[in-house]
């Protein structure tokens, strides 16, 4: 075995990698860029040794310096993670030259497999079923538009050498077929350093399901069961889990013996998934191989119980599999959360900036319900431009999906994440959505749910009955110990007034304490509305807490809370309300207070993310038509074209390529 690794990577994946390692009894090294020098996977790491600046192409993506760094901390092995260096060929041959053992499959099976263009060719001469598509290289545009026409309307372009959703677009059209490889190939060529394109039918209404495969390096293959990953935005995944809701036994164990044969095939000796395109009725189409640990795994690990990064190392030494595909047994449901440093009320436009507050619900087995989470950051960490803007992984275990989801529910009520925007909101939402809970499911689900994008939900007259009474209970425990402050002539806060009212929002809620006093733990009954029946709340909430956590008419519950002027901005469940409690003559007046009005900003551009301008597309004095190209912003990895809203001409252009702006800079305005 292994005395020494190098993780070839960042962020959580370079921290799980770590924690799997250090249990085997392995030492670990660390690389990081300029960028990372603070982060968390360089803190655990036994060794760490600097390779660049900030930007991937002169740090994480040079070969020749992860090299350098094994060969200057004596690392025998290198784990890759997934992304930059995974699936490259070039950087396992040279690995191979260097006497270094690389922790994943044979270079051989890397260029097979890793080529999406090849590896659909394979699966075809090895009998898996495959999706219609045109495999050979495409030069320009106008060639796109021809082969997307040969092949019928929607197709899919995809970099060869992509993943996670980078390089990728849908086109329905002949001017979406050109514009998508235009931007497909740009986006390839800086992700991956490789701009091959190719195009595919496009499944309607598809679920994307994938097996995950174990090989060693005595020929032997097994599959780990599925992982349902369709719930997805911009082909990136959102929510995984496992295993799908979709299959039966049956078709569970013919994709598994597809991917095994695939795998097989070109003498696969580590771990990979084998990802398909199913349809509603359990058809399935091979999508493309992964030559490396998925983002994903922890669900499959949780519901196998097999440690796959140990699997990884233990293949990488020699060692053969311990486990035979009859020993494979899926226990239980497992669903995953990815947490993104994104704005969900503003079309998840990426955000940056430092984790003032990182507060993630406690890891752990409780009861039939396990919480696991898998990140790369602590309170304090910088959430940078230059990478991908994944914070953690949060991941639930229960023996059946209806109690994960559930589970998963309440932690991220718990999640609790400050500094930037993040997803949460979006993601608790989700949990509670009847089609998700349902398990009828599709690669476009969230573009059929929300289809004019994500906005803060309105708590019906149930949420707003928990707002209110969380919020009149904070509101009373804060008023009796300002009754205490020294130096108060006496206690006049009123806070044995039976009578109350609870602004939510702009909403005016009657709310009545029936019986109880403001103490902690608190202990209360409360009417809310025209209810006529009372509500029990329990808390050991006391001030200065950013969680409320207690019990509503006997349901354990989690809030989330912050202070804003006068009041409390409130989460649950999805739910954000700012939350004011008032005396009922105070809340008369308040219905008098003028709204203050939002800027105008309609005769400007403004950069909707922290990014870099790679292109301005218009000149001042230009008159532009209604869906024109104005702009092109990069923010972590992806191009966004901002495109005209209305037909205008172009005043002034405040911003030029190379220019990094912060989010609402204005780009340029118009008369």
């Not at 001017?175 to 060529?189: L, P, Q, T, V």
């Not at 097994?222 to 049956?250: F, H, M, W």
């Not at 940056?352 to 507050?357: D, H, P, Q, Y």
Request: glycine residues 8%; contains cysteine; hydrophobic residues 40%.
């Amino acid at each position: 075995m292994f005395k020494k690794i190098l993780i070839a990577n960042r962020g959580e994946i370079a921290v799980r990698v770590i924690r799997s390692a250090k249990a085997m009894g392995i030492k670990t090294v660390a690389v990081y860029s300029e960028a990372d020098k603070d982060s968390l996977h360089v803190e655990l790491a036994d060794e760490a040794v600097h390779i660049g600046p900030e930007a991937a192409s002169e740090s994480y993506l040079v070969i020749e310096k992860i090299i350098e760094a094994c060969q200057q901390t004596g690392a025998e092995a290198v784990h890759p993670g997934y992304g930059f260096l995974s699936e490259r060929p070039a950087f396992a041959h040279a690995l191979k030259e260097a006497g270094i053992t690389f922790i994943g499959p044979n270079p051989q099976a890397i260029e097979a497999m890793g080529d999406k263009i090849t590896s659909k060719k394979f699966a075809a001469e090895a009998g898996v079923s495959t999706v219609p598509g045109y495999m050979g290289l495409i030069e320009t545009p106008e060639e796109a538009v021809r082969i997307s026409q040969d092949i019928g309307f929607p197709v899919m372009i995809k970099a060869s050498a992509g993943g996670g959703g980078k390089g990728m677009r849908i086109a329905w059209t002949a001017e979406e077929a050109a514009d998508g490889f235009s931007r497909a190939r740009s986006e390839a060529a800086s992700s991956f350093g490789d701009d091959r394109i190719f195009i595919e039918k496009f499944i309607e209404n598809p679920r994307h399901i994938e097996i995950q495969v174990l090989g060693d390096k005595h020929g032997n293959v097994i599959y780990l069961g599925e992982r349902e990953c369709s719930i997805q935005r911009r082909n990136q995944k959102v929510i995984e889990e496992a295993p799908s809701p979709l299959l039966d036994e049956e078709t569970r164990r013919k994709m598994g013996e597809q991917a095994v044969a695939l795998a097989q095939a070109v003498d696969y000796d580590s771990a990979g998934t084998v990802e398909f395109v199913a349809g509603q009725d359990k058809s399935f189409f091979f999508l493309e191989m992964n030559t490396r640990l998925q983002v994903e795994h922890p669900v499959t690990e949780l519901v196998t119980g097999v440690d796959l990064v140990e699997q990884m190392i233990r293949v990488a030494a020699g060692e053969q599999l311990q486990l035979a595909q009859k020993d494979v047994a899926l226990k239980g449901w497992a669903v995953e959360s990815r947490i993104y440093a994104e704005d969900p009320f503003r079309n998840f436009l990426p955000s940056i900036g430092r984790l003032t507050r990182y507060r993630p619900p406690q890891e752990g087995t409780y009861g039939a319900v396990t919480i696991r989470n898998d990140t790369g950051v602590v309170e304090g960490s910088e959430i940078s431009m230059f990478y991908d803007p994944m914070i953690a992984k949060l991941v639930t275990h229960a023996p059946t999906r209806e109690i994960a989801i559930d589970a998963m529910s309440k932690a991220l009520d718990e999640f609790l994440v400050d500094g930037i925007q993040h997803n949460v909101p979006f993601l608790a939402a989700l949990m509670k959505h009847d089609r998700w809970r349902s398990g009828a499911l599709s690669t476009s689900f969230i573009n059929d749910e929300f289809p004019e994008g994500f906005a803060p939900v309105k708590p019906d007259e149930a949420a707003q009955a928990v707002m209110a009474s969380v919020a009149l209970s904070m509101h009373l425990i804060e008023r009796e110990r300002l009754d205490h402050l020294p130096g108060r002539l006496r206690p006049h806060s009123g806070i044995t007034r039976p009578h109350w009212v609870v602004r939510i929002d702009k909403e005016l809620i009657p709310v009545e304490l029936a019986n109880g006093m403001p103490t902690t733990p608190i202990d209360m009954d409360i009417r809310v509305g025209e209810a006529t029946e009372l509500v029990a709340v329990r808390s050991d909430w006391v001030p200065g807490d950013l969680v409320w956590r207690g019990t509503y008419a006997d349901e354990t519950i989690s809030v989330q809370v912050r202070r804003i002027l006068n009041g409390y901005r409130l989460d649950w469940s999805g739910y954000s309300c700012e939350v004011v409690v008032l005396p009922p003559r105070l809340a008369e007046l308040d219905k008098l207070m003028p709204e203050k009005l939002q800027p105008d900003t309609s005769k400007m551009l403004l950069c909707p993310m922290p990014g870099l301008v790679v292109s301005i597309d218009v000149v001042a004095g230009q008159e532009v038509k209604v869906g024109e190209q104005l702009a092109v912003v990069e923010a972590m990895k992806m191009e966004n074209v901002l495109r005209a809203e209305r037909d205008c001409v172009v005043s002034a252009i405040k911003a030029a390529p190379g220019d990094s702006l912060a989010v609402d800079a204005v780009i340029m305005e118009f008369e």
